[in-house]
């Protein structure tokens, strides 16, 4: 056998069998699996970065970075940016690859962006995802700058496109009746009582 297809062949076995093992990184075992992908989300994403961290967009939607408008922001503008380069089933398997990720970080008792995972939570995000899919493999905003794409999702997302966790106007998570969720009743508990609303 020739030495580069042993080293194929081992390389594949590796990942194959490091990706089955829980410890391991989801989101690492989808870039050994998908490396030029990989390779064109960083790139993105170092570009998307910089706009996401623009004051202007909170002003714009609010400051919660977990469930809230910005939150969605996040999900929708960085998948629609990796969307214009990459195909969306590749970047459909990232997202779910990174709520794996999430639920493990729960099991830890690992806080994401100030707040412990949730199944409420995983669901808006990938919603989210899907949402920023359509928009950047869209022929009509597949070559539209980061600049306009951010504003174009600000727009969708002020337009009730993606999906939001509700709060009252205290900011406290509350159910789709409108009660306050107790989130001390649901210390270490996946399943939390939120209701998904639009994003408007």
Aim: proline share 4%; net charge positive.
């Amino acid at each position: 056998m020739l030495p580069k297809l042993k080293i194929l062949l081992f390389l594949i076995s590796f990942s194959y069998y490091a990706c089955a093992l829980k410890p391991f990184k989801q989101e690492l075992c989808w870039a050994i699996w998908h490396p030029f992908a990989a390779l064109k989300v960083k790139k993105i994403k170092a570009k998307a970065d910089l706009i996401y961290a623009q004051p202007g967009i909170k002003d714009q939607l609010d400051n919660l970075s977990s469930g809230g408008k910005l939150d969605a922001f996040r999900h929708v503008f960085y998948m629609a940016a990796f969307a214009q380069k990459i195909k969306i089933k590749k970047l459909r398997k990232l997202g779910i690859a990174h709520e794996k990720g999430n639920y493990r970080q729960f099991l830890k008792h690992q806080n994401e962006n100030g707040e412990l995972p949730d199944s409420l939570s995983s669901v808006m995000d990938l919603y989210n995802n899907d949402v920023g899919l359509n928009i950047g493999s869209s022929v009509a905003y597949k070559g539209m700058n980061l600049e306009k794409l951010k504003e174009l999702v600000i727009w969708k997302i002020k337009s009730g496109n993606a999906t939001i966790l509700k709060r009252n106007k205290q900011g406290l998570y509350v159910e789709c009746d409108d009660k306050i969720i107790d989130l001390s009743l649901y210390k270490g508990k996946w399943f939390v009582p939120k209701c998904l609303v639009p994003s408007n």
